[in-house]
């Protein structure tokens, strides 16, 4: 059983796999807010019922503070810890960066996720979370590089009058089209235009057939998108499971 760990800068990602299991067949998944770490070992417990964890590969953008922490509280009696970082190539996919090594693990293992789904496909690969990212993969592997603009929640903090009076997307679910006629509808609106936008802009770039979604904000703004495109569901992990099968991943002490 392998434990696939994807630390984000507000919330930690996890899921659990057999080692032989199709990509993205998971036998259980979570996620906690970072106050709520010490929830997981009781979570991890529950989802094994049973059965052993060998192996667990984990990335991390939120700094050292929080892999120390992560490193607490991994099941005991694990063969093998990996964390994952970002390498000239693995996977099947070549990265692109001017340095290879300063690339966000976690954009690298979102291309390796795209191009593991898509094979043989231009695509735009962007994660929806505190901040959005939009990553160019080719055909053929390359990962050529992208964008980073604001998440949703973080464009609209920003234009927000003040922060007891942040607009909220509906609990229906209803989201403003176009000219809105309030100002936190005509907020929520312009970010949902701005974020939907950029993606269809790097598409257009990119000559990409298909845009993967994936991040807390993916349901907000897919159903905004004028191109063709599939939410993943945390194609991070995705991409880490992708990656077990590749030599080498990282050695434990790699920097994420």
Not at 102 to 108: A, E, K, S, T
Not at 160 to 186: C, E, H, S, V, Y
Request: glycine fraction near 10%; hydrophobic fraction near 50%; charge should be negative.
């Amino acid at each position: 059983m392998i434990l696939l760990i994807d630390a984000g800068n507000t919330r930690v990602k996890w899921a659990l796999v057999a080692a032989d299991a199709p990509l993205g067949a998971w036998l259980a998944t979570g996620a906690v807010l970072h106050a709520e770490l010490e929830q997981l070992p009781a979570a991890w417990l529950r989802a094994l019922a049973n059965r052993s964890v060998s192996r667990a590969l984990l990335a991390n953008v939120a700094g050292a503070a929080l892999r120390a922490r992560l490193e607490q509280i991994l099941p005991a009696g694990l063969a093998e810890v990996a964390w994952f970082a970002s390498l000239p190539e693995l996977a099947g996919v070549r990265n692109g960066y001017r340095n290879p090594a300063q690339l966000g693990c976690d954009r690298f293992a979102a291309a390796i996720g795209a191009h593991a789904l898509a094979p043989g496909r231009d695509v735009i690969v962007a994660t929806c979370g505190t901040a959005t990212t939009i990553d160019a993969v080719t055909a053929d592997g390359a990962f050529l590089g992208g964008m980073i603009l604001p998440g949703l929640g973080l464009m609209a903090s920003a234009l927000a009058r003040n922060t007891a009076q942040l607009p909220q997307i509906a609990q229906d679910g209803k989201l403003p089209a176009g000219f809105a006629d309030n100002t936190d509808d005509a907020i929520l609106s312009g970010c949902l235009a701005a974020q939907s936008g950029a993606i269809e802009h790097a598409c257009t770039l990119h000559g990409a057939s298909l845009c993967l979604i994936s991040g807390g904000a993916a349901p907000f703004v897919a159903p905004m998108l004028k191109v063709p495109y599939r939410v993943v569901d945390n194609i991070v992990l995705t991409g880490l499971h992708a990656a077990c099968g590749a030599e080498p991943v990282t050695t434990l002490d790699s920097p994420c």
